[in-house]
T-cell receptor, first 113, second 114 residues
Framework: NAGVTQTPKFRILKIGQSMTLQCTQD?????MYWYRQDPGMGLKLIYY???????DKGEVPNGYNVSRSTTEDFPLRLELAAPSQTSVYFC????????????FGDGTRLSIL | DAKTTQPNSMESNEEEPVHLPCNHS???????IHWYRQLPSQGPEYVIH???SNVNNRMASLAIAEDRKSSTLILHRATLRDAAVYYC???????????????FGKGTKLSVKP
């Protein structure tokens, strides 16, 4: 059982470049989330989705976009990479929002130089 | 901002019990108390959660105060693999409308000595 899979694991971008962080889950979960974690800090919510075709902003959405065309996939897009987006990005999923555990991927470590 | 307060760090000896405290004095009646842990270079991992009653699972026990303003995560016999950052989180179901996201603080860094 793969759970939540994130690709790539590591990436270095130049300022102004764009890229897509991939996230897929095989648990048929409705809710999916993107978080970022800066060094020594907790995770902050970027975007979330409650089902295919439905997405909404979290606490720190600026500079990012998402889409949810299928239940399994929830890609995160950086259009114009900036040094402030250097972080570790985690994708998570859960079946419902009401007290159920979230399952996390292993993260994508992104550096913007 | 996180609605929980945890010590920045704690130390334990291997094979001894560990009690990780968490204060959440502003908890609402329908907030779940969740615990996650994050091992180095990994994503957070669910440990346990509860609402009012104490809870046990294969990983840990959760003791919830009667007034629900504090809770304690109990690892019955710490191993070296339990060295991680432990997050106590209230499930914020009212943020932007039932989105169910987790609000992380800085957590408690647990060190386990052999």
């Amino acid at each position: 059982n793969a759970g939540v899979t994130q690709t790539p694991k590591f990436r270095i971008l130049k300022i102004g470049q764009s890229m897509t962080l991939q996230c897929t889950q095989d648990m048929n979960h409705n809710y999916m989330y993107w978080y970022r974690q800066d060094p020594g800090m907790g995770l902050k919510l970027i975007y979330y989705s409650v089902g295919a075709g439905i997405t909404d902003k979290g606490e720190v959405p600026n500079g990012y976009n998402v889409s949810r065309s299928t239940t399994e996939d929830f890609p995160l897009r950086l259009e114009l990479a900036a040094p402030s987006q250097t972080s570790v990005y985690f994708c998570a999923s859960t079946r419902t929002a009401l007290g159920q555990p979230q399952h996390f991927g292993d993260g994508t470590r992104l550096s913007i130089l | 901002d996180a609605k929980t307060t945890q010590p920045n760090s704690m130390e334990s000896n291997e094979e001894e019990p560990v009690h990780l405290p968490c204060n959440h004095s502003t908890i609402s009646g329908t907030d779940y108390i969740h615990w996650y842990r994050q091992l180095p270079s990994q994503g957070p991992e669910y440990v346990i959660h509860g609402l009012t009653s104490n809870v046990n699972n294969r990983m840990a026990s959760l003791a919830i105060a009667e007034d629900r303003k504090s809770s304690t995560l109990i690892l019955h016999r710490a191993t070296l693999r339990d060295a991680a950052v432990y997050y106590c989180i209230l499930m914020d179901r009212n943020y932007g409308g039932s989105q169910g996201n987790l609000i992380f603080g800085k957590g408690t860094k647990l060190s386990v000595k052999p």
